[in-house]
């Protein structure tokens, strides 16, 4: 199967701070990612959709300006959970779509924020 | 999208076959069924899919009901590292219709492996 990676793999923050996470395909192009997220002992939610070249489709109840997604090329997507807060502590995965009828995921991120 | 219902656990012996029922009473002729699994704090690994077709690859079968409304995953010799939760997801693909092809989990099923 296709490989996904994301970097870094676990990070732990201060509040306040900023925190960037990406996502890379490594060996297709993906028109498409999806980040999500998921809370111990919960299942994954998605929190957003981004398209190569144009802007990302977040899901309900998800800050657009809090979650910012960059999808500049069709191998890289990155999520920067800014002015990072405890509640925001998660596990972040990113999948990547692409042709096909399945998707790829990510590794993940394991953020704690203090 | 249709929803699917899954046991919230499940054991079974290491060597034996695991079986993982599914059901998707509400699914229409467009969705697939879509097996994925998650080992503990990793990502999800594709399994298997199909539509109405039985289908088999070196990981597990997928058995589907004919009116489709309920399939079964089936892990033919679990080994421990099989432990996971498994989620059975149904979904119009990607590209399809428009589709963006984003797969809603639901809580799956933990499926603990025991020697």
């Known amino acids: 199967g296709a490989v996904v990676s994301q970097h870094p793999s676990r990070v732990i923050c201060k509040s306040g701070t900023s925190v960037k996470i990406e996502c890379r395909s490594l060996?297709?192009?993906?028109?498409?990612m999806f980040w999500y997220r998921q809370f111990p002992k919960q299942s994954l939610m998605l929190m957003a959709t981004?398209?190569?070249?144009?802007?990302?489709?977040?899901e309900q109840g998800v800050e657009k300006d809090k979650f910012l997604i960059n999808h500049a090329s069709l191998t890289l997507s990155t999520l920067t959970v800014t002015s990072a807060h405890p509640e925001d502590s998660s596990f972040y995965i990113c999948?990547?779509?692409?042709?096909?009828?399945?998707?790829?995921f990510g590794p993940g991120t394991r953020l704690t924020v203090l | 999208d249709a929803k699917t219902t899954q046991p919230t656990s499940m054991d079974c012996a290491e060597g034996r076959a695991a079986n993982l029922p599914c059901n998707h009473s509400?699914?229409?002729?467009?969705?697939?069924v879509y097996w994925y699994r998650q080992i503990h704090s990793q990502g999800p690994q594709y399994i298997i899919h199909?539509?109405?077709n039985n289908e088999t690859n070196e990981m597990a079968s997928l058995i589907i009901t004919e009116d489709r409304k309920s399939s079964t995953l089936i892990l033919p010799h679990a080994t421990l590292r099989d432990t996971a939760v498994y989620y059975c997801?149904?979904?119009?693909?990607?590209?399809?219709?428009?589709?963006?092809?984003?797969?809603?989990f639901g809580k799956g099923t933990k499926l603990s492996v025991k020697p």
């Open positions: 999948s990547c779509g692409g042709p096909g009828f399945w998707q790829f």
């Open positions: 060996d297709f192009q993906a028109t498409t």
């Open positions: 981004s398209n190569e070249g144009s802007k990302a489709t977040y």
């Open positions: 509400t699914i229409s002729g467009n969705e697939y």
């Open positions: 199909g539509l109405k």
């Open positions: 997801i149904v979904r119009v693909p990607m590209n399809y219709g428009g589709s963006q092809g984003n797969l809603i």
